[in-house]
């Protein structure tokens, strides 16, 4: 830089000289008092100092690039748990046993250059509002968008979901607490099978137990299998010993269990003893729904880092269940008992549900067409004479009257509405005959619904020449799947005649177009359970659902009661939405039937059975 | 080749900046295995030049505080080391005179004839290191045929826009 500077004085000036401007400093001035005025008097003192040219730069300044010590953050992902790689798909394809997976396999999928035909999204997963530390939150940020995870790279599924399943997946994933309560037939347990086995892989998840109703576990399993094959599956069973090695088995990502033996087994254990779990998931979760049960009370106590239900009904009958549910989630305290709008708000916050009308545009309407018949005259002249000696007898018991006499009544006058037990007469299978014989003509399948295994059978000798076909809990369980296959395959099979409690869940049978309610539920929800063994996800027709309801009967009172009961409980799900409602009566609604007062205090002792079990119905009868 | 095999053990890294004079520059280096799941990331805080930075570097200012300043920090913290890097950001590809890992940055396909198809992006490598074309054609691209290799950068932008927002609340 010293050459820069010219040293030497310039022999000619080259700059012009400025212009000027007189300007008169004849200011006048005021002087305030200030007591020191007599020195603003005095000349000022100029001196002057002389001062020689330099003739040499002393100060260089000088500048080095100098940048302060880049800050960073480092984030080191968990490993995930390494499985062994999954065997290659099977090749012969037919050999799937789930035809709800058929169905999204026809799905449009990726195709090898990238593209697909179907619009692809990034369902990405986000961090959980209540996650504060840059790093958790980093962690969801950074995972790669679910679509690219599951799409045939890193973790092979069998048959892509649908978005509205993607965003399931990863809600759940986020989730500590989290009740997912899709509508029946929409994919809760592999969204629920696929958000634990991302989980696994991101090293989120060690020890996952899985809590679920007996008849299910065999679905369970064979969903693992189909969605994440490669995640070892250990099923709780076997005498008290064994089941023990089982809990504590350190190296078994996932465990499942049913109800009963979750809460007597927990109860053996010492409690430094028992076991611990990253992830608890309750299938069926309504199982919890009363507070006091010990199922609830041991579920609510296992030790874990994350808490997930599962229901198609997170509401059964009344908005207490709800609050239970929460309980289990730990979003309310123990014994908490939010409010109306309160459960509202933690229904926004930690329930997601679907519905198929929601989601499933493409599925074909399901038509539902309540039928109301007149009674046969035999079964009329029945029907009155059982009503009125019934009442008589009630109102002749007086304070010893309970729901259970009313309940009997009940069961009762609905036998007749399906039949006349001494001649046989009924309108319903006069009518049931009659789709039949159109049905069959075209090749069409159905699927009848009864609460009553008598029922069936009856109806299983009369419409004979349907090809019916036989499945209740009166059918050994190792008969029950070549029923279904037998119906699925038989070209002259075309009815297949059901109980409520053992053919309501967990059946795949969308390749039947009709169903029909040959007597009544106790509560809607049960019916559309059963009514979406047809219409769910693989359905490519319109599915005609058929009620009976006998005119001027029970059943017509009882229907109207359900339908008014309906409304109160959309106010917390959302409206539109009538299908979680699963709606028991209570005892003074059953007593209102008859047009009586319940003599029980609380009066909203719940007197519907369960539908699990055909036997209590039959006994009931 | 099936998981497991020498396939995972690939390690690339996403390198990518967002910011401005104003804010301040932050960048991030996420590194994943060969099917985009997450290994590591690091980033920086932001790094804000001052006025006579500003002045001094010129237009080689943006450049270098990506490059030379930001990124190569992080390939040097960073615990996982990648064996490819790629970047949005062709100021981060001066990285390369730094660092001696492969590196190309994502350009339109019509951009230049030295450009390389990984997966479903153009690449291209600096224009000292076409060298790098070899070893990627050589190795690497039939592993990723069909790999979205832009998402994984969309991740880190994400993540620095949450360091961010984090910082400023």
């Not at chain 2, 001052?50 to 002045?55: D, L, V, Y």
Request: glycine fraction near 6%; aromatic fraction near 8%; charged fraction near 25%.
């Amino acid at each position: 830089m010293d050459s820069a500077i010219n040293h030497e004085q310039p022999k000619t000036p080259v700059i012009p000289r400025p212009p000027t401007q007189s300007i008169s400093l004849s200011l006048t001035a005021g002087i305030y008092a200030s007591g020191m005025n007599s020195a603003l008097k005095r000349s000022p003192r100029v001196e002057c100092e002389s001062a020689d040219l330099l003739d040499r730069i002393r100060y260089v300044p000088s500048w080095k690039p100098h940048w302060a010590k880049v800050q960073t953050l480092g984030l080191t992902f968990p490993e995930g748990i390494e499985f062994l790689p999954p065997p290659p798909p099977p090749k012969d394809e037919s050999n799937e046993s789930s035809a709800e997976l058929h169905a999204v396999k026809d799905l449009p999928q990726s195709k090898p250059d990238g593209g697909t035909k179907r619009e692809r999204t990034a369902t990405r997963l986000k961090p959980p509002d209540s996650t504060l530390s840059i790093e958790d939150r980093l962690f969801y940020v950074l995972q790669a968008p679910l679509e690219a995870m599951l799409s045939g790279q890193e973790l092979i599924m069998p048959f892509e979901p649908f978005a509205f399943q993607y965003e399931g997946i990863a809600w759940l994933f986020s989730k500590g607490s989290a009740l997912l309560a899709d509508e029946m037939g929409l994919g809760k347990t592999m969204q629920a099978i696929t958000a634990i086995r991302l989980l696994l892989r991101a090293g989120h998840l060690r020890r996952i137990l899985l809590i679920c109703p007996k008849p299910l576990i065999p679905n369970w399993r064979r969903e693992f299998q189909m969605w994440a094959e490669e995640i070892p599956v250990v099923t709780v069973e076997g005498n008290a010993a064994r089941r023990r090695i089982i809990w504590t088995m350190p190296t078994a990502p996932v465990l499942i269990a049913n109800y009963e033996l979750m809460a007597r087994d927990f109860d053996a254990f010492e409690e430094d003893e028992r076991p611990k779990f990253d992830l608890v998931v309750l299938d069926e979760a309504q199982r919890i729904k009363n507070r006091e049960s010990s199922t609830a009370q041991t579920a609510r106590s296992l030790e874990r880092k994350r808490s997930w239900a599962l229901t198609g009904t997170p509401i059964e009958n009344r908005p207490e269940e709800l609050a239970s549910l929460f309980e289990f989630l730990e979003v309310v305290p123990p014994r908490g008992t939010p409010d109306l709008r309160q459960l509202k708000r933690l229904a926004n916050d930690y329930i997601l549900r679907r519905t198929k009308d929601l989601v499933m545009t493409d599925l074909p309407p399901r038509l539902d067409r309540d039928e109301y018949l007149d009674l046969a005259p035999a079964q009329q002249y029945a029907y009155q004479i059982a009503e009125k000696e019934g009442i008589i007898q009630l109102n002749d018991m007086g304070d010893e009257i309970s729901i259970q006499h009313v309940f009997e009544l009940v069961l009762r006058l609905k036998q007749i509405t399906n039949f006349d037990p001494l001649t046989g007469e009924s309108a319903k299978l006069d009518r049931l005959t009659a789709h039949m014989e159109e049905i069959s003509s075209s090749g069409g399948k159905a699927i009848l619904f009864s609460q009553w295994t008598r029922c069936i059978d009856w109806l299983d000798e009369r419409l004979k020449q349907f090809g019916t076909l036989v499945y209740h809990g009166g059918v050994p369980t190792k008969k029950r799947e070549p029923i279904l296959q037998q119906f699925k395959e038989d070209p002259d099979s075309h009815l297949l005649l059901m109980s409520y409690g053992t053919g309501a869940v967990g059946l795949n049978l969308q390749f039947a177009g009709y169903v029909f309610l040959f007597d009544r539920w106790w509560n809607p929800a049960v019916e559309d359970q059963a009514i979406n063994r047809a219409h769910r996800i693989g359905q490519k027709n319109p599915v005609f659902v058929t009620k009976f309801i006998s005119k001027n009967t029970i059943e017509e009172r009882i229907d109207l009661v359900l339908q008014q009961k309906r409304e109160l409980f959309k106010a917390i799900l959302g409206d539109g939405d009538d299908t979680n409602v699963s709606l028991s009566l209570n005892a003074a609604e059953i007593f209102g039937l008859f047009d009586m007062k319940a003599r029980h205090k609380k009066g909203t002792k719940q007197i519907g059975p369960t539908p699990s079990s055909d036997s209590s119905q039959d006994a009931a009868a | 080749m099936s998981v497991g095999s020498r396939n995972d053990k690939l390690k690339l890294g996403f390198l990518t900046a967002i910011g401005g004079r104003e804010k301040g520059y932050v960048a991030g280096l996420l590194v994943t295995n060969q099917f985009g799941r997450p290994l590591e990331f690091q980033c920086t805080t932001p790094v804000k030049p001052n006025r006579t930075q500003q002045i001094l570097y010129g237009p080689t200012l943006v450049p270098f505080i990506m490059g030379e300043l930001i990124a190569r920090t992080l390939v040097e913290k960073v615990g996982v080391k990648p064996e490819l890097i790629l970047t949005d950001r062709t100021e981060i590809l001066d990285l390369r005179n730094h660092v001696s890992t492969p590196m190309f940055c994502i350009v339109e396909e019509s951009e230049t004839d030295d450009s390389v198809t990984i997966g479903q992006q153009t690449f291209r490598a600096h224009s000292s290191f076409l060298s790098d074309h070899e070893m990627i054609a050589e190795q690497i691209a039939s592993m990723l045929s069909h790999a979205d290799l832009a998402e994984p950068l969309e991740r880190v932008r994400m993540a620095l826009q949450e360091t961010i927002s984090l910082a400023a609340a």
